[in-house]
């Protein structure tokens, strides 16, 4: 079955750049999606079609798309970008829809 | 406002059958695919199913195929998941998320309703 593959943690102090990478063999055909959860909350996309941005999403965070690999970037991170994020694509003929496991944002 | 809000959740035994509903508003149900995505305590999001925005296709991942069903009324605009068979390892919070118009990410999601199965 069709996999993402994401780091599981990363770690910055306030005010660095967060860079979080998923890989997938279809990202190259297939759009990347993002999103952050809280704790005891849903998820809420914060990154749409690799690199558009929702309407409400602070601009410190951006998407961009490499081949294989789908990237979120954090710029600037602050305390409340702490938080679990999940990249999500489909396969190459969009019958399964697949998310990365998760990446634990700690914002030290 | 868009709103998503799931139902039907509870204990059940192992080998039983549950139906979770999710009911929709502040938006025209019948113009979206809608989605199921699981979440087992402590562990991260896993895709369950999605139906298109008149039923025509539905797709499930290989963990729930052949167990679960997703159907939808959009008269009641409401989407459903029928669940049987459950196993312990479904146990999860279970979200409907709805799928954007133009592009496949999931722009809006409920709170979830959580299913524990055990005996």
């Known amino acids: 079955s069709y996999e993402l593959t994401q780091p599981p943690s990363v770690s910055m102090s306030p005010g660095q750049t967060a860079r979080i990478t998923c890989s997938g063999d279809?990202?190259?055909?297939?759009?990347g999606y993002w999103y952050q959860q809280k704790p005891g909350q849903a998820p809420l996309l914060v990154i749409f079609?690799?690199?558009e941005r929702p309407s409400g999403i602070p601009e410190r965070f951006s998407g961009s798309s490499s081949g294989t690999t789908v990237t979120l970037t954090i710029s600037g991170v602050q305390a409340e970008d702490e938080a679990d994020y999940y990249c999500q694509s489909a396969n190459n003929d969009s019958t399964s829809w697949v998310f990365g496991g998760g990446t634990k944002l700690t914002v030290l | 406002q868009v709103q998503l809000v799931e139902s039907g959740g509870g204990v059940v035994q192992p080998g039983r059958s549950l139906r979770l509903s999710c009911g929709a508003s502040g938006f025209t149900f019948s113009g979206h695919a809608m989605h199921w995505v699981r979440q087992a305590p402590g562990k991260g999001l896993e895709w369950v199913a999605v139906i298109s925005s008149h039923a025509t296709n539905k797709y499930y991942a290989d963990s729930v195929k052949g167990r679960f069903t997703i159907s939808r009324d959009n008269s009641m605009n409401t989407v459903y998941l029928q669940m049987n068979s459950l196993r312990r390892e479904d146990t999860a919070v279970y979200f409907c998320?709805?799928?954007?118009?133009?592009?496949?990410?999931?722009?809006?999601w409920g709170q979830g309703t959580l299913v524990t199965v055990s005996s």
């Open positions: 998320a709805r799928r954007a118009a133009t592009d496949g990410s999931l722009d809006y």
């Open positions: 279809a990202l190259p055909t297939q759009y």
């Open positions: 079609k690799d690199t």
